[in-house]
C-alpha cells in the first residue's frame, strides 16, 4: 500500500477547502484534515493590545490533536476512512500498488515542523491584499471578525506567517487563486496523477 500526504496551504480565504474538497473528489481513496477543525475554545486565545483575539498564529491551534489525527491515518488510512463514513474502493497504481492519499488543508500547515515534514507534495494559494480582505469580509467565522481585525491581525500575521515560512520551507508550489477553480483543479491534478504514476 502507497500513501501519499498533500498539503493545501495559504492564506486566508485563497481557495484551500474549495481546491480540497474538489480534489478529494477525483483522487480515489483520498480524504481531507482541516487545520480549521483544530483551533481552541475562544475562551483561551489570548487578547493583544489592540484588543484583537490572537487566532492567526500556530498558538490558537491544538497541533498535538491535529497531528494524533493524522497519524491515524498513517497508521491505517483504510480504517481511518471508514471511521469517516467513506468508502473504500479498489484502487490500484500501474505497479499493482493501492494508493491512498491524504488531503491536509489549512493556512499554517509548513510553519509546524513536525507536520511540514509529512508532506510529499506542498502547494500554497495566494490571492492579491485586495481580493483577500473581500473575500473575507463576507465570511462569517465564529466568533466573527470585529472591526479592523483583517488590517490590524489577519494581514500582518499572515504576512509574518509567510516570511517564516518561506525562511524555512522548501519545495512549495505557489498556486495563484485568482485563476478559474477548474484550471486551477486541473493544474493540481495532473501535477498529482504524475505522482501517483511513481509509486
Ligand atoms: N478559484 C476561485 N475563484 C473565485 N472564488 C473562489 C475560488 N476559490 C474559492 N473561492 C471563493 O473564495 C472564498 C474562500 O474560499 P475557501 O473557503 O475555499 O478558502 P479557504 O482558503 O479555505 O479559507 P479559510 O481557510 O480562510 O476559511 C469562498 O467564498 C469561495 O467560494
Ligand atoms: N474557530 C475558528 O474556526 C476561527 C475563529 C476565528 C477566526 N478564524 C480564522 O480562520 C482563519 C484560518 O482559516 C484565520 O485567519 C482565523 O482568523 C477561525
Known amino acids: 500500500m502507497k500513501k ?13 477547502s474549495t481546491l480540497s474538497r474538489s480534489l478529494q473528489g477525483l ?10 477543525s483544530f483551533f481552541k475554545d475562544d475562551s483561551v486565545v489570548p487578547v493583544d493590545g489592540l484588543g484583537f483575539k490572537q487566532y492567526d498564529m500556530l498558538d490558537a491551534l491544538l497541533m ?4 494524533v489525527e493524522i497519524r491515524s491515518w498513517m497508521q491505517d488510512p483504510q480504517r481511518f476512512m471508514q471511521s469517516q463514513g467513506l468508502s473504500v474502493m479498489r484502487s490500484k497504481s500501474k505497479e499493482g500498488n493501492s494508493v491512498f492519499s491524504l488531503i491536509v488543508e489549512g493556512f499554517l500547515i509548513f510553519n509546524y515542523g513536525p507536520l511540514n515534514t509529512l508532506f510529499d507534495k506542498r502547494y500554497f494559494l495566494e490571492i492579491p491584499y485586495e481580493m483577500c480582505k473581500l ?17 490590524g491581525h489577519v494581514w500582518p500575521m499572515y504576512l509574518k506567517n509567510r516570511k517564516e515560512m518561506e525562511d524555512t520551507v522548501q519545495d512549495l508550489v505557489f498556486l495563484d487563486g485568482t485563476q478559474k477553480r477548474e484550471d486551477m483543479l486541473a493544474t493540481v491534478y495532473k501535477d498529482i496523477q504524475q505522482m501517483f504514476t511513481a509509486v
Not at 483522487?27 to 480549521?36: A, G, K, R
Not at 469580509?137 to 479592523?148: A, L
Open 4 to 16: 501519499i500526504i498533500i498539503g493545501i496551504g495559504g492564506m486566508t480565504n485563497g481557495g484551500k
Open 27 to 36: 483522487l480515489p481513496n483520498s480524504c481531507i484534515i482541516s487545520q480549521d
Open 64 to 67: 498535538d490533536k491535529m497531528m
Open 135 to 151: 473575500r473575507r469580509s463576507s465570511r462569517v467565522y465564529v466568533p466573527p471578525d470585529p472591526v479592523g481585525y483583517f488590517d
